[in-house]
């Protein structure tokens, strides 16, 4: 059986399952956040359900609307607040803990061989840790945090063998974008996307993460790093990949939708109103340590603003002691602190008619980050950086050549 | 299991491919009232549809019909605004479970846009997936699987939750 396969198996109680049977599973964990959480909690009292299935097993973290920039959006919070205390649920992370997704990796809310649902369709992350995770609406959490259960159609899997190593300039924003084009949502849709091979046995955790976090932008049910670099010879994949990352360049997704993807060497020279870098895809530690390594030193052009949003409270203070966030901030950077940021479009750099940004985050669609008439492109930190010093896509093995080369002569 | 479900008839609004999400609930009005909302429901691409959609109306669209976020908003807009079903070429998964979830069918049917026009008056049999047009041709529709189909006529899974809180339903374990 594939990694999907053996886990549902396990979680419905059967030992065997084939893709395209309905199974009832029980799970793992659960998580809300601040918009959603209120919604689902508020539904199960309106119906005259008190008590969860397993408060222990809950988690509610606010990041998308922290902190909240209406009356509205604190009304809608502190609602949810009141009902988690009432539902029992302690594992709740208040503002500025970080975006939801990194919170429940770094609290370790979720495992290995787990099955976990959360209200946000970023929630294919955690494959990143060897779970099956996924996002659903919140009916479905409402029914899930009453029962303990949710009903899955077991998905096909799509095998995709990693091999070699990044080349200069790439990492796990370029090889996701890529699979974008060389997979995509025809054959992604609903099914589980499991990478193996020497090169996702490489790959770090972070890495991992935005790859599964991407996952869904082709429509998969999970995308899953299973622990093993070599899938089980009886497994059964509707289709293989094999990918070198030795040969991926820097891509990059143009508007508006996310399979529009090309190197970003055709699209340099494309001027930019604002660089975004954060997010549940490229938030991290590594993502920001990428950008300062370009950003430090240089100022970003002039004209063009550059937004800065730690994943988490972690990653911001352990950035803080590497001076990273003081070197963003001298290049010209608004540091914010932990959460979606403009990523949803709720918030925090939302775009004017004709303007253009360029993020590490997840989705371009049109209207996503405020005006339907603006355009998104999404890159690595590493090309988000080196657009934000050249206030054009800028492809950024140039700048790092120019580093390498300072480094000879020195 | 004999499920019944009426015949939909209705306007078809023709919609593209991949159909997003932010289009049918866009971000920025995640927390204005409802009736806000509804007005922003596809205004990027149709902004003729939110003002004139008219109860019993049906949407049809093209590949990978409402991809993005998990926010039911999505296919709740739809149904708030009157639309009766969404017949599409393909969806994304969590836009379809949370359509079932809600209790507003979604049918998938290969081809379906090409052979739709704009304002054409169709009718969608949900239990048996026929999308008959105007001319009276039939296109197939795959079959909606018989525990959704039940999830659907029930209105949804609100109804199962009721249940579930009065004790005639088994929670798990």
């Not at chain 1, 001027?271 to 954060?278: A, E, K, P, T």
């Not at chain 2, 691409?45 to 959609?53: H, K, L, N, S």
Request: hydrophobic share 45%; with cysteine.
């Amino acid at each position: 059986m594939t990694w999907a396969e053996q886990i549902l198996a396990a979680k419905s109680g059967r030992d065997r399952v084939q893709p395209g049977e309905y199974v009832v599973a029980r799970l793992d964990g659960f998580m809300m956040h601040d918009i959603f959480a209120a919604d689902v909690l508020g539904l199960l009292d309106e119906v005259g359900i008190a008590r969860l299935h397993d408060p222990e097993r809950v988690t509610v973290v606010f990041d998308h609307m922290v902190p909240p920039p209406s009356v509205a959006a604190a009304a809608h919070q502190r609602k949810a607040r009141e009902l988690a205390i009432r539902y029992g649920i302690r594992h709740f992370h208040e503002m500025g803990r970080g975006v939801s997704h990194q919170v429940m990796v770094e609290e370790q809310r979720v495992q290995e061989g787990d099955l976990v649902v959360a209200t946000d369709s970023h929630t294919t992350t955690y494959g990143g840790v060897g779970a099956i995770s996924t996002g659903i609406g919140s009916t479905e959490m409402a029914y899930a945090l009453a029962t303990g259960t949710l009903w899955f159609k077991v998905p096909e899997s799509v095998l995709i063998r990693l091999e070699g190593g990044f080349a200069e300039g790439t990492s796990g924003k370029d090889l996701i974008l890529a699979l974008m084009q060389i997979v995509g949502s025809d054959v992604a849709q609903a099914r589980s996307l499991e990478f193996r091979g020497p090169g996702a046995a490489s790959l770090t955790i972070s890495n991992r993460l935005t790859v599964c976090n991407m996952g869904v932008e082709m429509g998969a049910k999970f995308a899953v790093f299973p622990p093993g670099a070599q899938e089980p010879q009886e497994a059964s994949y509707v289709a293989r990949y094999t990918v070198d990352l030795a040969t991926l360049q820097p891509m990059v997704a143009i508007p508006h939708h996310v399979e529009n993807v090309r190197p970003v060497a055709e699209a340099a020279g494309t001027r930019i109103d604002q660089v975004f870098i954060g997010s549940c895809t490229n938030g991290r530690l590594q993502d920001l340590r990428d950008a300062a390594s370009l950003l430090a030193g240089r100022r970003v052009a002039p004209g063009v603003r550059l937004i800065v949003v730690p994943a988490s409270r972690e990653i911001y203070r352990q950035a803080a002691s590497e001076g990273i966030l003081e070197a963003l901030s001298a290049a010209g950077a608004i540091v914010e602190g932990p959460g979606c940021g403009p990523c949803f479009g709720g918030h925090m750099g939302l775009l004017a008619p004709g303007e253009r940004c360029l993020g590490t985050h997840n989705r371009n669609f049109q209207g996503r980050m405020g005006s339907p008439d603006a355009e998104i492109y999404l890159a690595s930190p590493l090309t988000a950086a080196a657009t934000a010093i050249a206030g054009e896509i800028a492809d950024p093995r140039v700048l790092l050549r120019e580093l390498a080369a300072k480094e000879v002569s020195r | 299991m004999s499920v019944q479900f009426p015949t939909l008839r209705g306007k078809a609004w023709l919609l593209g491919d991949n159909i997003s999400t932010d289009l049918l609930s866009p971000g920025p009005y995640v927390h204005a009232p409802n009736q806000e909302r509804l007005r922003h429901v596809l205004e990027a691409v149709r902004p003729d549809f939110a003002p004139q959609v008219q109860s019993g109306d049906l949407v049809v669209a093209g590949r990978n019909f409402g991809c993005g976020s998990s926010r039911e908003s999505a296919p709740q807009h739809l149904k708030d605004l009157g639309v009766a079903a969404v017949v599409a070429e393909s969806f994304s998964r969590i836009f379809a479970r949370n359509a079932i979830a809600i209790g507003l069918p979604v049918l998938t049917c290969a081809g379906v846009r090409q052979r739709v026009r704009d304002a054409e008056e169709i009718a969608v049999d949900v239990v048996s997936g026929a999308v008959v047009l105007s001319d009276g041709t039939a296109l197939a529709a795959e079959r909606i699987p018989s525990e959704m189909l039940t999830v659907l006529s029930n209105g949804g899974i609100v109804p199962m939750l009721r249940a579930i809180a009065q004790g005639h339903a088994p929670a798990a374990e």
